[in-house]
């Protein structure tokens, strides 16, 4: 309980700093729906002329596109204000106040910003979902249902973010690492067949991008098996209590500001 009422503390003031400046929001809602055509476009060049990714209708292959943009939402909302910014804790010795603090230090830098910025993209990634579902007739079961893979989803992506921010400690600048994950995180645009035999391999137990869009999406349209499911559940437990350990075991070795 106590952890909620800090999270709504942070969130409040945080969107109260943001929208100080609301003319970032409309120049955010334009940059989203720019990006989002790119990509409706890029996927329409496929499909314009009777060609189908194997097993998946142009509907069906929305879905994934409606996934990630609401995956690219999600990290432009809660992880990218704030898993960014390890990188400038450690440079500037702020993090140790972080470290001072009485709550986890991992979940004091996971959730202490905000950005609405990232909510044309949750909106626009929603509305390609239920356009789409509505097209192939889905029922609210299986929304509900494709809740559980997308919420794994998420764990691996926040996981796999924390850790590449975590090496800060040892490499101060690792922005370009971090832009590299997105960077392969952009495949997830497409569903996994899109792609040879062997970038589905690396896509898949590698970068995991199947389990964040194709996964949900599967699930979503009623064609994902119990052990798609089961790899997804493992990998997220696995991924985020790695995220863990390797924070506790990278702050052994952070010199702090005063010493």
Do not use: H
């Not at 496929?46 to 929305?62: C, D, H, K, P």
């Not at 204000?81 to 996971?110: A, H, Y």
Request: charged share 10%; hydrophobic share 55%; with cysteine.
């Amino acid at each position: 309980m106590r952890y909620w009422q800090v999270l709504k503390l942070f969130w409040s003031t945080a969107i109260a700093a943001e929208l100080e400046y609301r003319l970032n929001f409309a120049i955010a809602a334009l940059t989203s729906s720019i990006n989002l055509s790119g990509s409706l476009f890029g996927l329409f060049l496929f499909y314009r002329t009777g060609y189908e990714f194997s097993g998946w209708t142009w509907e069906e292959a929305l879905i994934v596109l409606g996934i990630f943009t609401f995956l690219q939402g999600c990290a432009a909302t809660f992880l990218s204000p704030n898993l960014n910014r390890i990188v400038e804790q450690v440079q500037e010795g702020t993090l140790d106040f972080v470290l001072l603090k009485p709550i986890s230090s991992q979940f004091w830098l996971s959730t202490r910003k905000v950005s609405p910025w990232g909510f044309p993209d949750l909106c626009f990634g929603l509305i390609l979902i239920l356009y789409a579902g509505t097209r192939l007739n889905l029922d609210p079961l299986n929304y509900l249902i494709a809740l559980f893979p997308l919420t794994l989803g998420l764990i691996i992506l926040y996981s796999l973010w924390f850790i590449l921010g975590a090496t800060s400690i040892w490499f101060v600048k690792i922005y370009n690492v971090t832009e590299v994950l997105r960077g392969l995180l952009e495949a997830g645009r497409f569903p996994l067949v899109a792609y040879p035999s062997l970038f589905r391999v690396f896509f898949t137990f590698i970068v995991p991008v199947a389990f964040l869009t194709t996964v949900p999406a599967q699930t979503l349209l009623g064609r994902s098996s119990g052990v798609w499911l089961l790899g997804s559940a493992i990998l997220a437990i696995a991924l985020f209590y790695c995220s863990q350990i390797f924070w506790q075991f990278a702050l052994r070795f952070y010199t702090s500001a005063s010493s």
